[in-house]
């Protein structure tokens, strides 16, 4: 316990009482939690891994987790109102046609997570096998199950006659920038929460461990038992032992900063939440599209895929409104604005908050465990004097 480069010389007494002596920090973690520490030289060290613990949790991974769900709740509304479309509009088909929005959503999700999937080809996809369920229930209501070959024909047609018009780049370009943009950001976490963890793993040095003996010990080598670090002292001490913590402050606020900026451009097409609550409407332009040009592209499609059943001619019926009740919609996107929007504003406020973690560790920590605050005599790694 005793060190001639650390402590002055101490009766026997005072070593002994020294040895034993298991000296309890109590550091209060909020929610009633208080973690004690025996009195060795990885004391610090342990202080310092349950407050980098208590900070990742709190700043991080639970709004984490809480965006992560928002995501998965706007994808899930999103899916379903494209079904209620085609079950509410399009009932002839709406059944075949769940199975192609399934898989679109699907592959939305998985996109968000990091999949490599190409956002042009599942759309490309989706329109593809979309066209000759329109094609044979909407412009040819009763014709029989198509050939694969004519399947495969009118599915190769609708890419190369663009039959659902400009709207499939559209959807394109709106999901390409919104999935990327929410892509990033999640992705930004996580690399938030992996510098956090990494700063769970740094060992301090033994300049720190002698510095620490000295500031937590030394009085005990003179019989001075109760004697606890000043303030100012334990601060200078804490600084030089989080030195290399202190540097990773300013990368700290830049992330924090880039952070904000990021949900703060997530508008417009940026807004995996605007477009994706959005999409049951592109959806159903591409489909009055096809409707308003069957005359020509029925013609054009007999030529190229050798069709030739006589087309039953009809009115179109070219829905007006919207698709899904308004209250309903209405209702959604407030929920939304709950679980989503207001979920990136509650995570960068809360980050905001812990902006100055780092820096403040020091003095955390000796605000938190044994220096002295209310005494006036405190020990400054000598001798006892006036705080």
Known sequence: MRSAALCSPASSEGHILASNLCWRHWLPLGNGLQVSFCGRIDCFSTIYIVLLQNF????????????????????????????????????????????????????????????????????NEFFDSLFPLVYSHLL????????????????????????????????????????????????????????????DHLKFSKDCGRALLKMWYCSHCQGLLLAKPCASYCSSVMQGCLAGVAEIDNHWREYIRSLEGLTKGMRGIYDMEHVLLNLFSLVRDAIVHVQKNEGKLSATISRLCGHTQQRQYRSANYP??????????????????????????????????????????????????????????????QEIMER
């Open 140 to 199: 040819n209501p009763g014709f029989p199950d198509f050939s694969v070959e004519m399947t495969e024909c009118l599915r190769a047609a609708r890419r190369d006659l663009k039959v659902f018009g400009n709207y499939p780049k559209m959807m394109m370009t709106q999901v390409s920038k919104s999935l990327q943009a929410t892509r990033v950001f999640l992705q930004a976490l996580n690399l938030g929460i992996e510098v956090i963890n990494t700063t």
């Open 56 to 123: 990742s949790s709190k700043a991080s991974c639970t709004n984490l987790s809480l965006c992560n769900q928002a995501f998965e709740i706007v994808v899930r509304h999103a899916r379903n109102f494209t079904n209620s479309m085609f079950r509410t509009h399009y009932q002839n088909m709406g059944p075949r046609a769940l199975k192609f929005v399934g898989e679109l959503f699907t592959d939305v999700s998985l996109y968000i997570l990091g999949s490599d999937i190409s956002v042009n080809d599942m759309i």
């Open 320 to 381: 007006k409104d919207l698709f899904v009740d308004k209250k309903v919609l209405k209702v959604a996107r407030i929920e939304q604005e709950e679980t989503l929007s207001s979920r990136r504003r509650e995570l960068i406020t809360k980050l905001k908050s812990y902006s100055g973690f780092y820096s403040s560790l020091p003095e955390y920590i000796c605000n938190h465990s044994s220096t002295v605050q209310n005494d006036s005599l405190c020990w400054n790694g």
